[in-house]
């Protein structure tokens, strides 16, 4: 079976987030695939089943759980498919839950993502144990479906932090919620953020219950991240980095119908043959 291996939101290999992505025939086992990517030990593994040259249904999974949103495993998937598998420009992976992904692909190789935004709240009540899940201090306290955001003082900040990982878990066992993205994959993740002079806003996240200490870039957050600094900035195309030790790229841009583009590159790092 073809497996591939790509570097998402990035233009150079060995930065942005890896992803491993394989196109199915038919769904394999859900206990098989979570052996693969528990085999693969990346943050993601993607599996893509065809439904026709344009239309795919796509799942997501971390070396512990089956997750419902994955934004670097979507963009990695888009690459393969792009690369080997359709010769449309426009795709559209269709997920439980969410609906429909539509996928393009620009002249340049830049892959361009329509996603449900999730508008994070800013909340004035909130775990005391959110005090110490970094050791800088922040401001203010959002949160929407997937994690409670962090807004610290300065992006130097956010670059520094040292997360305490034992916390960060014991937020997301003592305080989760039953929803679309939380059911299934445990609870509430922890994500910080600054504005930034090089870009719009940086941003780090961590999911140590999931298996993801520290994510190298979260597609998925910045559906939260996007509207929260577009309001604070007053502007809706943006450029988020996530200031991971990899780093990576997003540029987004909010739409008028509740939804977000949020584009980047892909890198093929591997294609290889795995037997099962």
Known sequence: MKMYQVDAFTQQLFKGNPAA??????WLDHALMQNIA???NLAETAFVKRIDDENYQIRWFT???????CGHATLASAFVLFKDYTSAKTIRFHVKELGIFT???ADDGKIQMNFPLRTPQKVSEYPELLNHVIDKPFKEVYLNEQAYILVCESAQDVIDAQPNLINITRIAEEYSVSTAFTASSGGYDVTITAASDQYDYVARYFAP???INEDPVTGSM???LAPL????LAKNQ???YQASERGGTLFCNLQTDNRIEISGYAQLYMQAEIFI
């Open 63 to 69: 070396p512990k759980v089956e997750v419902d949103f």
């Open 229 to 232: 600094w577009a309001e604070k």
């Open 38 to 40: 528990l085999e693969n």
């Open 21 to 26: 992505v394989l196109v199915l025939d038919e």
């Open 103 to 105: 996928i393009q692909q």
């Open 238 to 240: 943006l450029i988020g």
């Open 209 to 211: 219950h999931k298996g």
């Open 222 to 224: 910045h559906t939260g």
